[in-house]
């Protein structure tokens, strides 16, 4: 008998727990068709609302079903690496409590780790109901990370994934602060399967994301698995030297041959502030990186619990 654990992070979802319970638990023919024990480990990321005595009260009439509660709001990636960490599971599998990565998939994604896949990932192929110029950056965002990274990231990928033991304790290796577990997946490696599905709006609640959040997401991304925008810092010093190099011998060539007429200073502020933009650019750069270094030597611990049932 193989062990199933069910990896559900949530914060602020008291709406949905229950639904989620019930969705999942119409899988209960396959499992019991496959000889699997499941566990429900809901993570309760520091919620506001119910959400943890939601979960208690399906634990009344369900063993099964696991709750660890966070000491405050440590955002999903935590989330995420809390419940593979305490997963006891063969496999694992992660899904968002809304409902958007639906369960009744798991049937066909269980199919190939039978085939022998280390790991069977979904994407959504479309965006619908997304707000287009959400769906816009995102796909801007996917392009760019294939152009700069050397880890493999989906465009579309879930979060939703079926993987091994074997692969879960590769992930949990992988031990930083800042974690972009999109990256992550690619970068342990392993046979992963793609099944793709049309995208399913969240059923209850509202999403956790705004734009911003999501920007800021993107650059954690960039930074966490491409070093190419420091490059780029120091390609544009070397440009810069080379074109002002050219501006002197220019000045110089054309001062001799007709002398120096007191002129040319709209030119010089121009100049001096293109090159002082992109100084700061260039430091910028540096100093997110320098950030999340800092942030990462300090080795602090990526979540902490307040209770487990
Ligand atoms: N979530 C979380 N911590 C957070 C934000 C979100 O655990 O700080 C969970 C949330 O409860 C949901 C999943 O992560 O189960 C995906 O969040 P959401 O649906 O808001 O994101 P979207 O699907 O819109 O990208
Ligand atoms: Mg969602």
């Known amino acids: 008998m193989s062990v199933l654990s069910v990896v559900v992070p949530c914060y602020n979802e008291e709406e949905s727990v229950a639904d989620f319970y019930t969705e999942l638990m119409k899988n209960e023919p396959f499992f019991r068709e496959k000889n699997l024990e499941v566990e429900i480990l809901y993570i309760d990321d520091g919620s506001r609302d119910h959400t943890a005595a939601e979960v208690k009260k399906l634990r009344e009439t369900d063993q099964r079903v696991r709750l660890i509660s966070f000491s405050r709001n440590f955002g999903k990636e935590a989330g995420m690496y809390a419940g593979l960490e305490k997963s006891r599971g063969d496999y694992v599998v992660l899904m968002d409590v809304d409902l958007q990565d639906p369960p009744s998939l798991l049937p066909e994604m269980y199919s190939y780790m039978e085939q022998g896949f280390d790991s069977v990932a979904t994407r959504r192929v479309s965006r619908k109901g997304e707000p287009p110029i959400r769906s816009f950056f995102a796909r801007l965002f ?50 992963t399967k793609w099944i793709e599905y049309e995208n399913v709006e969240r059923a209850k609640g509202e999403t956790k994301w705004n734009f911003w959040k999501l920007l800021i997401y993107s650059l954690e991304g960039i930074t966490a698995f491409s070093t190419v925008p420091l490059s780029i810092a120091a390609v544009m010093g070397v440009l810069f030297c080379a074109l002002a190099f050219a501006l002197i011998i220019f000045i110089i060539v054309r001062t001799s041959i007709f002398g120096d007429p007191v002129s040319g200073w709209p030119s010089l502020v121009c100049i001096i502030s293109l090159i002082s933009g992109v100084q700061l650019f260039c430091m910028g750069i540096i100093g997110q990186y320098l950030a999340k270094t800092y942030l990462e030597v300090k080795r602090r611990p990526i979540y902490i619990i307040k209770d487990e049932i």
Do not use: C, H, P
Request: glycine content about 8%; charged content about 25%.
């Open 142 to 191: 996917y392009r760019l990370m294939k152009r700069i990274s050397r880890t493999e990231i989906m465009d579309g990928a879930r979060d939703y994934r079926l993987m091994t033991r074997q692969m879960v304790n590769a992930i949990l290796q992988m031990q930083e602060y800042n974690r972009f577990t999109k990256g992550i997946y690619g970068w342990v490696g392993f046979q």
